[in-house]
């Protein structure tokens, strides 16, 4: 299991960047990923704050994210319930 952290996240939802975007496409392939609560947390702020995405955007994205079946979140529930 791969420990990810906000930049690997950001890069693979803003693909602000298409190398990195691509290396972190790969890596959420071919890799079981645990994605602790930081994470989701600074990812929700980076995209919001920086990238201006809307608020409907980021909870898509997350959700999408989480419901990865090679993903595992630090705390799963807590993670819905957040995003919800």
């Known amino acids: 299991m791969?420990?990810?952290d906000t930049n690997v996240v950001v890069r693979l939802l803003s693909?602000?960047?298409h190398k990195?975007?691509?290396?972190?496409k790969r890596l959420f392939s071919s890799n079981r990923i645990f994605l602790p609560k930081t994470v989701l947390l600074e990812t929700e702020w980076v995209l919001r704050?920086?990238?201006?995405?809307?608020?409907?955007?980021?909870t898509a994205?997350?959700?999408?994210l989480i419901a990865l079946e090679n993903l595992q979140t630090?705390?799963?529930q807590a993670?819905?319930?957040a995003l919800d």
């Open 74 to 76: 630090e705390d799963p």
């Open 49 to 58: 704050r920086l990238y201006r995405f809307e608020r409907e955007q980021v």
């Open 79 to 81: 993670s819905r319930l």
């Open 20 to 24: 990195q975007a691509a290396r972190a």
């Open 61 to 64: 994205a997350l959700r999408n």
């Open 2 to 4: 791969v420990a990810v």
């Open 15 to 17: 693909l602000d960047d």
